[in-house]
């Protein structure tokens, strides 16, 4: 089960840091993708680290989040630096055998954590 943790109100141009953690199991194999819905949007692709730490990031997002991994933790982390009011939504982390923006190819999700950006 995945665990997604950090959300949280901030203000436009804060950061945040979320966190996501395998409850009884471990991420070391998996890739870990980051995804988010905001209301009346479909979720979308925000970032993925592979198990060796190759990462990608949606072009919204690049250059302003960056997405690490802890093994000794077993969690994943999304630092998101500089946010805006555009990227509130629910953010939910997932895992799969390897990076892809294709959400079926994801097999565990958590249950989502908030942001919210004020402009």
């Known amino acids: 089960r995945l665990v997604e943790s950090g959300g949280g109100l901030v203000q436009s141009g804060g950061s945040l840091r979320l966190s996501c953690a395998a409850s009884?199991?471990?991420?070391?194999?998996?890739?870990v993708g980051w995804f988010r819905q905001a209301p009346g949007n479909q979720r979308e692709g925000v970032s993925c680290?592979?198990?060796?730490?190759?990462?990608y990031y949606g072009n919204s997002v690049r250059g302003r989040f960056t997405v690490s991994r802890d093994y000794a933790a077993n969690t994943v982390s999304l630092q998101m630096n500089g946010l805006k009011p555009e990227d509130t939504a629910v953010y939910y982390c997932?895992?799969?055998?390897?990076?892809?923006?294709?959400?079926?190819?994801?097999?565990?999700w958590g249950q989502g954590t908030q942001v919210t950006v004020s402009s």
């Open positions: 009884g199991g471990t991420l070391e194999h998996a890739a």
């Open positions: 997932a895992t799969s055998w390897d990076c892809s923006w294709n959400q079926a190819e994801y097999d565990s």
């Open positions: 680290i592979t198990d060796s730490e190759t990462t």
